[in-house]
């Protein structure tokens, strides 16, 4: 393997390279009124023990995985143990069943595994009454209306990491993280080796090169997670790495010549599929793709060709000319492929609002499922877009699917789009709206079917660089990668455009979560946000294009 690669050089998209962090998760204490408690990820052959009590007697809860039932049992006035065994994966949701007259359940916790995870200790809770109202508690034993308490997810089975490296001095010491909990240690040889590790940690994957010292540098070959090869090179963290007289900040390289860190992506990688490496891409310009594109770009989106009411405005009626188009050049180009959008509450086709819920519901799933059958090389796709309430959330997936709408969509998509990484997207999450989608991104999130957040980026020119960098921060808090997914100056003066590019894409750029950028148009004059492009349509740079293309190494 080369010593280094960097950003502006590498288009191989095969490996996961943000910075994926775990949610924690812990047992429920407690539900008032009908109600869900969403916990964890269970891997095969869990054991789950439900510590619960009801009010009256008499309360039905059931234990469902994936909304799949596993058990359900009837309570006493004390606390009785319940307990089941399961296969199953993905999400484990208590839910009381029969909630009326003087009936309540308080769950105590929940062990998954051996691990005990307690209610209180649970940020989000939608069945708490409290300021009068019915959701939006957190952090109590118990649940007082229709609602869930969201866990996010785990993985509790063993893990098995391969670590492949070696010093140049021999005496280097090297330690595997899971989020930032040491799992093992290694002293290297100079020749390379395998170093194994087993543990039940989730999130985030380092490998740390702790004991710098004159002739001491090491190198990781790459990493292999469950059988899954991860290469060093492939990734964008890397603070270990000298580059421009200094240590820290590079990427994309085997070497680790200063204390520091390469970051693997996360355990389970973020889905069923790998993250593409960290890309700086745009998109579609009028519907095609320029023969220039390739010269700055390597990630593709399609600006509206991917919106349903572009691709089904005649129900049953298909148009994919569109989607073909961009979908195909980014195969043949080896480049990944952003699929936007799969549910908006704009720009979809207006048959599906006069239908039935049934109807609804069936015309979405068609939707996905038809899309995922063309187009199964997707890396990524903008599952749900602008849903924080105020935006566009779509009403007919609300009236398809009900509360749990987002949840229900990203489950559609993983069940047809096993590999491509599934984003939840909107706009103004950078400035004044962050608490309100975080807010509504928490039950998706903590119900383990998100692996990837977009943050669009229009209208961030009047926005100071500790303001955005402290949104960014709070969004990142989620534990997921994030996607700066629609990002542009809008300013007609070049050197307004210039000095807000220089300003602002180095934080973006830089952020251990952001995994990858899409600006949103780069030709004057074909760019959905006026005086935001970046090249006349003749080719001719802007001062903010020659810059950017200059940091890229383009």
Request: net charge negative; charged share 10%.
């Amino acid at each position: 393997m080369e010593q280094a690669r960097i950003k502006a050089g590498y288009s191989n998209w095969i490996a996961a390279p943000a910075r994926m962090l775990a949610i924690a998760v812990i047992s429920i204490a407690a539900l008032f009124g009908t109600g869900l408690f969403t916990e964890a990820q269970a891997q095969s052959s869990s054991t789950v023990v439900v510590r619960a009590r009801g009010t009256a007697g008499g309360e039905s809860i059931s234990l469902r995985v994936d909304n799949a039932q596993v058990a359900s049992w009837t309570l006493t006035t004390s606390y009785q143990n319940y307990t089941a065994s399961t296969s199953l994966t993905g999400g484990i949701t208590v839910a009381f069943t029969n909630d009326g007259g003087s009936r309540d359940v308080q769950v105590d916790y929940i062990v998954v595994n051996g691990e005990t995870r307690q209610s209180e200790n649970q940020s989000y809770n939608t069945g708490l009454y409290a300021n009068g109202s019915c959701g939006g508690g957190s952090n109590s034993e118990w649940m007082h209306c229709n609602g869930a308490i969201g866990y996010g997810p785990v993985a509790n089975s063993a893990n098995s990491i391969v670590v492949r490296a070696r010093g140049t001095a021999g005496t280097e010491s090297l330690s595997l993280r899971v989020d930032n909990t040491n799992v093992a240690t290694w002293t290297l040889t100079t020749s390379f080796q395998d170093f194994t590790a087993s543990t039940t940690l989730t999130g985030a994957i380092t490998v740390a090169f702790t004991n710098d010292a004159s002739g001491r540098d090491a190198q990781v070959d790459y990493i292999v997670v469950n059988g899954q090869t991860r290469q060093a090179e492939a990734q964008s963290q890397n603070t270990g790495f000298y580059t421009n007289g200094s240590c820290g900040g590079g990427g994309f390289s085997e070497w680790l010549h200063c204390n520091g860190v390469i970051g693997f992506g996360n355990v389970n990688g973020g889905g069923t599929g790998p993250l593409p490496a960290f890309f700086v891409g745009n998109i579609t310009t009028n519907g095609a793709v320029r023969s220039d594109f390739l010269q700055y770009w390597d990630q593709i989106t399609p600006e509206n060709e991917g919106k349903w009411a572009s691709v089904e405005a005649t129900r049953d009626v298909y148009n994919w000319s569109g989607l073909d188009r961009a979908y195909n050049y980014a195969m043949a180009n080896n480049i990944p492929f952003k699929q936007h959008t799969f549910i908006w509450g704009n720009q979809s086709p207006g048959w599906i609002n006069s239908l039935s819920a049934a109807e609804q519901a069936a015309e979405i799933e068609e939707w996905i499922r038809d899309y995922c059958a063309r187009y199964p090389n997707t890396a990524m796709i903008d599952v749900v877009n602008e849903a924080t309430p105020g935006h566009a959330p779509a009403a007919y997936a609300q009236n398809a699917f009900g509360s749990n709408w987002i949840i229900r969509s990203f489950q559609l998509a993983r069940q047809y789009c096993p590999n491509a990484v599934l984003i939840l997207n909107d706009y103004n999450v950078l400035s004044w709206d962050t608490d309100a989608f975080i807010r509504m991104a928490t039950p998706a999130v903590n119900a383990g079917v998100v692996d990837a957040l977009g943050a669009q980026g229009h209208g961030l020119e009047g926005q100071s660089l500790s303001s955005i960098q402290n949104k960014l921060n709070q969004v990142a808090a989620l534990g997921l990668p994030i996607y700066i997914s629609e990002y542009d100056v809008a300013r007609t003066n070049d050197q307004e455009q210039l000095q807000i590019m220089q300003t602002q894409f180095p934080l973006f750029y830089n952020h251990p979560s952001v995994a990858g950028i899409t600006l949103w148009g780069y030709v004057v004059g074909s760019t959905w946000v006026n005086g935001s492009g970046l090249i006349q349509s003749n080719g001719t740079h802007r001062p903010a294009m020659t810059w950017l293309m200059n940091y890229l190494g383009r």
